[in-house]
């Protein structure tokens, strides 16, 4: 129990639905981070949250869609989804340590798309 | 820019024989240098972090890295592999400046056999 919690654990959507990714963390910290795991690629970070505001957006498509209402919660929103979307995506969260930024994750979520 | 590399996608053990996963990176400034471990359908846990101070830095279920500088690596070992080491782990790094992100390295499986 990393005091990250993602929701749902498993996802299966097809290319037309709209769904929304959950995360929580329990832990008191003021950033949240969505990062998508593929095969054979290193971890992408797609956006990053410090006290809500999105200071982060790494070029990701508008067909993924972030919020962040408070600190302890981010959702990350999808809809007309492709299959290259399926992966593992994961949450995580930050607070300064000694000045570096020790992010905790999530289980992550595991999408697919059919 | 920063820049984690990982050699070797891969990497099998015998139980009882020496870990070395090896980590090298890129910074402009001061790094800070973290290794997380993956275990199937789970997110990332922190083994160890470096920020500041002594370079060899201990972390928990006895892995261990050593920060040089002039070689610009980050190398994770263990003594002794055990089973339930098998995973994945990544390098990653970041910095002091403002809202620095992690940046990862591609992991690096860990097979253990008996």
């Known amino acids: 129990e990393t005091g990250v919690t993602q929701t749902p654990r498993h996802l299966v959507m097809g290319m037309t639905n709209k769904k929304s990714l959950k995360c929580e963390q329990h832990?008191?910290?003021?950033?949240m981070y969505w990062y998508k795991q593929s095969a054979k690629k290193p971890l992408e970070l797609m956006f990053v949250?410090?006290?809500?505001?999105?200071?982060e957006n790494n070029s990701v498509p508008s067909r993924f869609s972030p919020e962040c209402p408070n600190s302890s919660h981010l959702f990350l929103h999808l809809h007309t989804l492709q299959p290259e979307d399926s992966a593992l995506y994961l949450c995580?969260?930050?607070?300064?340590?000694?000045?570096?930024?020790?992010?905790?994750f999530g289980q992550g979520t595991r999408l697919t798309v059919v | 820019a920063q820049s984690v590399t990982q050699l070797g996608s891969h990497v099998s053990v015998s139980e009882g024989a020496l870990v070395l996963l090896r980590c090298n990176y890129s910074?402009?400034?001061?790094?800070?240098l973290f290794w997380y471990v993956q275990y199937p359908n789970q997110g990332l846990q922190l083994l160890l972090k470096?920020?500041?101070?002594?370079?060899l830095v201990k972390g928990i279920n006895g892995f261990e890295a050593e920060f040089k500088k002039s070689e610009t690596s980050f190398h994770l070992t263990k003594p002794s592999a055990h089973m339930s080491d098998a995973a994945e782990y990544f390098c990653?790094?970041?910095?002091?400046?403002?809202?620095?992100?992690?940046?990862f390295g591609k992991g690096t499986m860990l097979l253990v056999s008996p």
């Open positions: 995580a969260s930050s607070q300064e340590v000694k000045g570096a930024k020790v992010s905790f």
């Open positions: 832990l008191g910290h003021n950033a």
């Open positions: 949250y410090n006290f809500k505001e999105q200071t």
């Open positions: 910074s402009s400034v001061p790094p800070y």
């Open positions: 470096y920020t500041t101070g002594a370079t």
């Open positions: 990653a790094v970041s910095d002091d400046s403002g809202y620095s992100t992690l940046t």
